[in-house]
């Protein structure tokens, strides 16, 4: 299951709305964030991402992407960015492969676990996106659950939902 920890200030990130196509020049990739979303801060864990308009269920909410590195080179950054900062932003997309999102602008990495999201992260084809799980209103926290993780159980989980798993 994919790994998620938050890496970088919010202060590097405010708000990415997502941008029309006429908005790009030409052989620039398109904006993969469908919804605007905020990142400020969290009650959950530092910062957090927010919907900063309404979300369908089922539908896309956006990506996130960054440097593709091997699971072993994930690991190794995931370890020295606890020790330098605490957070830690990688996400397995297969045995073998890793992204590092820690210097990526898109505003989904900072999305913070839940015991009980109300979005869902899926690899798909190496990318990593995020689908709704329900209505999402405006101003609510975007959330997904981690699954298995680097922390193996050693991390409090902060989430606050009922029935919630204790660690990560």
Do not use: W
Request: with cysteine.
């Amino acid at each position: 299951m994919p790994t998620l920890k938050t890496l970088i200030p919010a202060s590097a990130v405010a708000s990415t709305p997502p941008s029309a196509p006429a908005d790009r020049p030409k052989g620039q990739p398109a904006n993969p964030q469908k919804y605007a979303v905020e990142v400020r801060p969290s009650a959950i864990e530092g910062q957090g991402a927010f919907a900063a308009e309404f979300i369908p269920a089922r539908r896309k909410i956006g990506e996130i992407r960054g440097e593709h590195v091997s699971t072993k080179e994930a690991f190794a950054r995931a370890r020295a960015a606890e020790r330098d900062s605490g957070h830690v932003f990688m996400v397995a997309i297969s045995e073998h492969a890793s992204i590092d999102a820690s210097a990526s602008a898109d505003p989904l990495r900072f999305a913070n676990h839940s015991c009980a999201p109300n979005m869902v992260l899926k690899v798909q084809q190496g990318r990593v996106a995020f689908y709704a799980l329900r209505d999402i209103e405006p101003g609510e926290e975007l959330t997904a659950r981690y699954g298995t993780t680097h922390h193996a159980g050693r991390l409090s989980c902060r989430c606050g939902a009922p029935g919630c798993i204790g660690t990560l």
